[in-house]
């Protein structure tokens, strides 16, 4: 072979080895950009990940809220008029007195029209959530539920404990407890 085609032929090999480079260069370029690209698409699979959880969290969060002043409304609704109920439960008992009074009496239709008005007030009272905690002589002394006036000596060893006499009616306005009940206790 002629110098010449060696030259030539060193030339192609050169020439076939810098494609070969440059093709790995190229292969290898590519594979950056896939690695770039996956790292890209990693980075905003994560972003969105955290906004999902982000969106989740604050949705939660308005629920509780919703539910939370749903329940408070519902609560101020209940107890909306207890100091108008509060303030008639004297009423309630000076109607309770005056038909032990008027039970006495002879003029028996002056009851009957004034038990009429009792009943139509407790009525009221009783559709506006009013009902009285029901105490009777003999019950178990419960200091959540009774309040105790005095305590005397139990007249026998079963009362001990035990509520011996209701001095005071009291009254739940739905489920609260608006006026305990006054209690002797016996001791």
């Known amino acids: 072979m002629s110098d010449k085609e060696n030259t030539l032929d060193e030339e192609f090999l050169e020439d076939e080895l810098l494609e070969g480079e440059t093709q790995e260069q190229k292969a290898g370029d590519e594979k ?3 690695e770039e690209e996956k790292s890209v698409e990693e980075t905003l699979s994560e972003e969105l ?3 999902k959880d982000k ?3 604050l949705f939660a969060e308005f629920e509780n809220y919703k539910r939370r002043t749903s329940k408070e409304r519902m609560e101020l609704f209940k107890t909306a008029g207890q100091e108008v109920i509060v303030s008639l ?3 309630l008992d000076d109607f309770d007195r005056a038909m032990k009074e008027l039970a006495k009496s002879d ?3 002056v009851f009957k029209g004034v038990e009429l ?3 139509k007030f407790r009525e009221t009272l009783k559709a506006k959530g009013l009902e009285m905690v ?3 002589a003999g019950d178990v002394f419960d200091a959540e539920i009774h309040e105790a006036i005095t305590q005397i000596p139990a007249p026998d060893k079963k009362m001990k404990g035990k509520v011996i006499d209701v001095i005071e009616k009291g009254f ?3 489920d609260r407890i608006i006026r305990h009940p006054k209690v002797v206790v016996g001791n």
């Open 172 to 174: 739940k306005l739905g």
């Open 107 to 109: 003029d028996k239709e």
């Open 32 to 34: 950056e950009n896939v």
């Open 89 to 91: 439960l004297p009423v």
């Open 55 to 57: 969106f989740l969290r």
């Open 117 to 119: 008005i009792n009943v």
């Open 134 to 136: 029901e105490v009777n």
């Open 49 to 51: 990940a955290k906004e």
